[in-house]
């Protein structure tokens, strides 16, 4: 299978959790990047913001055509109460409708990931094959073992599907 693993980050817990992702998976990887500076007190307010908002965003362009790939899996961190950060919202919307076969990972600091799995599949029109959810708790050392078997059971409800 043919996998794509597409990630946003800013403090860098969904980078490394789309890096595990893609490493079980020997899957190709790609990071959005937003242009717009969302670093500082004021601009971590505007992001908030901006996520509510489901605002788009100024993003690099795309190395991988994600619409050759079997299966897409999508991550972002959770802003703004549980909301898409622009940067994956402004992806999805530049690829609506042309991606095949997509799943979702989310990392955040409070438990609020509903809402982002219901806002991504209204985005995209459709479910996603597996969704996934760590916060940032379970990102620490102390809770390797619960991250890593949440992990490995999102990438085996993948490679069952």
Do not use: H
């Given at each position: 299978?043919n996998?794509?693993?597409?990630?946003?980050?800013?403090?860098?817990?969904?980078?490394?959790?789309?890096?595990?992702?893609?490493?079980?998976?020997?899957?190709?990887?790609?990071?959005?990047?937003?242009?717009?500076?969302?670093?500082?007190?004021?601009?971590?307010?505007i992001?908030?913001?901006?996520?509510?908002?489901?605002?788009?965003?100024?993003?690099?362009?795309?190395?991988?055509?994600?619409?050759?790939?079997?299966?897409?899996?999508?991550?972002?961190?959770?802003?703004?109460?549980?909301?898409?950060?622009?940067?994956?919202?402004?992806?999805?919307?530049?690829?609506?409708?042309?991606?095949?076969?997509?799943?979702?990972?989310?990392?955040?600091?409070?438990?609020?990931?509903?809402?982002?799995?219901?806002?991504?599949?209204?985005?995209?029109?459709?479910?996603?094959?597996?969704?996934?959810?760590?916060?940032?708790k379970?990102?620490?050392?102390?809770?390797?073992?619960?991250?890593?078997?949440?992990?490995?059971?999102?990438?085996?409800?993948?490679?069952?599907?």
């Amino acid at each position: 299978m043919n996998v794509l693993v597409v990630y946003t980050t800013q403090g860098g817990n969904t980078k490394r959790v789309a890096e595990d992702i893609a490493a079980l998976l020997g899957a190709d990887i790609e990071r959005v990047v937003d242009r717009k500076k969302r670093s500082g007190f004021f601009n971590f307010l505007i992001s908030g913001r901006d996520a509510i908002r489901k605002n788009l965003t100024d993003i690099e362009p795309s190395m991988k055509d994600p619409t050759i790939y079997d299966m897409v899996i999508l991550g972002s961190p959770l802003w703004g109460f549980g909301s898409m950060t622009p940067a994956i919202r402004t992806y999805l919307t530049q690829y609506e409708g042309r991606i095949k076969r997509n799943a979702i990972f989310c990392t955040n600091w409070f438990s609020k990931q509903e809402k982002f799995f219901a806002s991504f599949a209204e985005l995209t029109g459709s479910r996603p094959i597996a969704t996934l959810g760590l916060m940032a708790k379970e990102l620490n050392r102390a809770n390797f073992a619960l991250y890593e078997e949440k992990v490995r059971e999102f990438v085996e409800q993948l490679c069952e599907k």
